[in-house]
């Protein structure tokens, strides 16, 4: 097993180094390199965010239907590698960028053509994106035999390395490779994550003999997809109060705990019918249904009320990712405006503006677990966490924080550059570390909350997909921000106006009004929480947040009545496996 770890790790952070040296510091090429005006920037970067975050649904359903986790990872990361080489050689070679231009506005735009070779690399990277992030952790999971102690303990040992990996990838990139590319080249610091890739490539391969190869199982995104289909078929089927009516719920098959049952519950009822059997010649000789588009499982039906029950929760997370967008785009844009010298010989690149939110996560983390809980396990003589309400609620508060600080510094920023009559304003760089470690702590509270209500509310076999959730989130917001930007750039023009968003200079613009509309949607995202999605929650960090596996969607996003109601259907289930409508 140790070769194992030695292959994957070796793979994964290559790929990370490569991956995240390019997406901190694509802003800063795009303007120095391309000379990009503002909208199209953000529209090109936020788009690509969202694209690179949404093609992993894709992924996660080729692979689990089709490819398998390990065709689907060696294919991602071929299209990763061809999407920096390309990126590489717009670096390499002038003929492929607008003509150098070293005024500070009034640039020469890309033409055409050059602007679509870069999009292509982009595009490769997003595919990569697709393989990669939803199969690797799943594929080094498949390695482990958990229904031991010792492939129990051996994945713990996995998830350790894994995230040692990942954060050595992460300093590495956000420090030396990004630096290489702002202060010494930009050729040098795109072929070193092009190398990295293919050297990881060759490392993942060199284990190819080793590893162990899950056959895929079929998606749960076309079994969602059937449900719907098959409700839908039957819309018109009336299930009256004195009628019963037989349920298809075979058994599982095999003792693989990703197999195991949910336990059949009363809501969401109208996708129940799904699974009634109305006409006995919906079963073949087998007891399977003939045709698997009008006859679903039980099983199948609970799959997709988990999902449709987390969604009022996973849609306050949006509005957090929106603004933690924002800081990767005009925050560096900011970060380019502004004095970034230390002392006479050092510039800070505008790149690592995001070390300071990761430090903040991180210091963060420490605290709570090093410090408050045990703390207040002194105090209480048990185990106190802060609950999933309480951690999303101060992420939300944060992301609020976040934008109003951010739109202070940027009219400060903005009143400088002014007075000074320079395109940089004097103000040092330093101003903006407030902003990027409040949109560090909205990760800490309530992206990381969100990522652990997904993972642990839903059943195992969805545990795959509720990384694809997470990441489908990060990916709408992405284009909410874009469509936003859009947005607020033409209606500031009506009536003559000046665009508020637009252009090469930000201080032409009044990005500080941008930032308190975003400020603004959380507030509104503060009141839908607390007044509709928090309902959906657990409301102590019971059996279910301490992870004893207890529970889950079923009971913690029922009201008390409709568990009760839920138990006593599992019961009768048991008997004669038929539901009343």
Not at 74 to 91: K, P, Q, R, V, W
């Amino acid at each position: 097993m140790a070769k194992f770890f030695d292959c994957f790790a070796g793979n994964e952070t290559f790929e990370k180094l490569a991956s995240m040296s390019l997406i901190a510091n694509i802003t800063v090429y795009l303007r120095t390199k391309y000379y990009l005006d503002g909208i199209l920037l953000v529209n090109i970067v936020t788009v690509w965010f969202a694209t690179c975050n949404f093609a992993p649904l894709a992924g996660a359903y080729i692979s689990d239907a089709y490819l398998g986790r390990f065709r689907t990872l060696i294919l991602g990361s071929l299209s990763s590698f061809l999407g920096m080489g390309i990126m590489t050689l717009t670096a390499a070679f002038p003929q492929l960028r607008p003509p150098s231009c070293h005024e500070e506005t009034h640039c020469k735009q890309p033409q055409k053509w050059q602007l679509g070779f870069l999009l292509m690399g982009m595009g490769f990277l997003a595919v990569g994106a697709g393989g990669i992030r939803p199969c690797n952790v799943a594929f080094g999971a498949d390695q482990f035999d958990i229904t031991t102690e010792k492939g129990r303990a051996q994945l713990e040992s996995f998830f350790n390395w894994y995230y040692f990996s990942f954060t050595i990838a992460l300093l590495v990139a956000l420090t030396g490779v990004v630096y290489i590319q702002s202060s010494v080249s930009w050729v040098l610091g795109l072929a070193i994550p092009t190398a990295c890739l293919a050297l990881s490539i060759f490392v993942f391969l060199l284990g190819s003999g080793i590893y162990i190869y899950a056959k895929p199982q079929g998606s749960v995104f076309l079994d969602i997809a059937k449900v719907i289909v098959a409700a839908f078929k039957k819309k018109h089927l009336r299930i009256r109060p004195d009628s019963h009516y037989s349920l298809n719920d075979p058994p599982p098959k095999g003792s693989d705990p990703a197999t195991a049952k949910l336990p059949h519950t009363n809501r969401f009822t109208v996708l129940d019918k799904a699974a009634v059997i109305a006409d006995p010649d919906e079963l073949n000789n087998e007891g399977m249904p003939k045709n698997s588009w009008r006859l679903c499982s039980v099983q199948q039906v609970e799959q997709l009320k988990c999902l449709i029950s987390i969604l009022p929760v996973w849609l306050s997370g949006i509005t957090c990712f929106t603004v933690m967008d924002q800081q990767n785009t005009f925050g560096v844009l900011q970060a380019i405006q502004m004095n970034t010298s230390i002392g006479r010989h050092f510039k800070i690149p505008p790149g690592w503006m995001g070390i300071s939110g990761m430090i903040a996560l991180s210091i963060w983390i420490l605290i709570y677990e090093r410090l408050y809980i045990p703390y207040a396990r002194k105090r209480t003589n048990k185990d106190v966490r802060l609950t999933l309400q309480q951690r999303i609620r101060t992420g939300i508060v944060f992301s609020i924080l976040c934008m109003l600080v951010a739109g202070v510094v940027e009219k400060q920023r903005r009143d400088t550059a002014s007075k000074h009559r320079s395109f940089a304003s004097p103000m040092s760089v330093a101003w903006l570390l407030p902003q990027f470690v409040l949109s560090g702590m909205t990760e800490a509270f309530a992206a990381v909350a969100i990522m652990e209500f997904l993972t642990k509310q839903l059943a195992e076999r969805m545990r795959t997909v509720a990384g694809a959730i997470f990441f489908l989130s990060i990916a709408i917001a992405s284009y909410i921000s874009s469509l936003c930007v859009n947005v607020v750039h033409l209606v500031s023009q009506r009536g003559g106006g000046s665009a508020w968003l637009g252009g090469h200079d930000l201080n032409k613009n009044r990005l500080d009004y941008y930032y308190y509309i975003i400020a603004a949607l959380g507030a509104l995202n503060f009141i839908y929480f607390t007044f509709f999605a928090s309902r959906y929650l657990p409301t102590s960090s019971s059996s279910d947040e301490n992870g004893d596996g207890k529970g889950g969607i079923i009971e913690s996003l029922m009201p008390p009545h409709a568990t009760k109601a839920s138990e006593d259907i599992s019961e009768q289930k048991e008997l004669d496996m038929r539901v009343r409508g």
